[in-house]
């Protein structure tokens, strides 16, 4: 893992804000992506489908990660939550990992009407990561497997380094919360290192989390037991998340404590999935959609 300079920081907070607008223009945009000009009731798609809520704290560990890793073949990122597949689609878009394989999602103007147009759309790409995704190998609709997928990886390749993002409602599952176990059975010099991160926005579905609702001390002695070693990670600024990175720590357990639906127009349960209903027909709502795609400044941080 490399030391991070100030001048990736920055490159990050707009990879992290870029990557917030695609998955907001993926969601609702069926035109008019860059709003180049007013947003308008038919630029908007007649049904809207997938999930905010989760997006913005996935972006924030893929870009830190993607940063420190650079250097690293062997590094690999993988996602628990997989309904917040808008987030993926957008970094796999901005890192050219979609155009490898469809020529029609190029790094460009093009690209990204493409890109956000095509999302859960008819003959384009589904609401929830899928094995049509580059390097996705299960459905994203089910969750807990990811934990127990990277240590099966890691299993006989020391040269393995597997970042797993676990939500904090997919904690919660049965498989996840046992794969915690598995850290014992690989311990050692001939398996890679997988490195837990919690995502502990606060919410699952429509009610607060299990996790959200412990105390740190709780947090922290539940991590232990399990042989980790807790590194809290607060909020979504980059300093703070390669400052957590650095730490020389035996077993890291990062808990990485964003709020649910950050940056969008409301927080919490109600940002889970699509937070402005009906922006087509209400022009309150229509608003403030724009507001919230205009926040993002996307033509400084996407240069396109």
Known sequence: MKTVGMDEIDAIR?????????????????????????????????RLLGHWGT??????????????????PYFTFVLGPGHGFPALQANLWLDGA????????????????????GFSWPDGFPSHASPFTPGVITEGGELGYALANAYG?????????????????????????????????????????????????????????IYARKSEREMNEM?????????????SDP????????????????ILETEKGEGGPNHGHEAHQIPLKNPSSDKTELKKLEDWLKSYQIEEALNL
């Open 153 to 209: 990886v890691a299993l006989g390749h020391p040269e393995k380094t597997l970042a797993v993002l676990i939500g904090d409602g997919e904690l919660e599952t049965a498989t996840a919360i046992d794969s915690l176990n598995l850290r014992n059975l690989l311990d050692g010099k001939k398996n890679g290192r997988v490195l837990p991160i919690l995502h502990l926005n606060g919410y699952k579905i429509s009610a607060p989390s």
């Open 239 to 254: 300093e703070t998340f390669q400052e957590a990175l650095r730490k020389d720590v035996a077993a890291p357990f990062y």
């Open 98 to 117: 979609l155009a490898e394989v469809d020529e029609r999602a190029s790094i460009d103007k093009a690209g990204m009407e493409y890109l956000c147009r």
């Open 14 to 46: 707009r990879r992290i804000r870029a990557c917030d607008y695609l998955c907001v223009a993926q969601l609702y945009l069926k035109d008019n992506f860059l709003l180049e000009r007013e947003l308008r009731p038919d630029d908007i798609k007649p």
């Open 55 to 72: 997006c913005h704290g996935i972006n924030v560990a893929y870009a830190n990660l993607a940063a420190a890793y650079a250097a690293d």
């Open 223 to 235: 991590v232990r037991g399990f042989g980790f070693t807790p590194v809290w990670v607060r909020g």
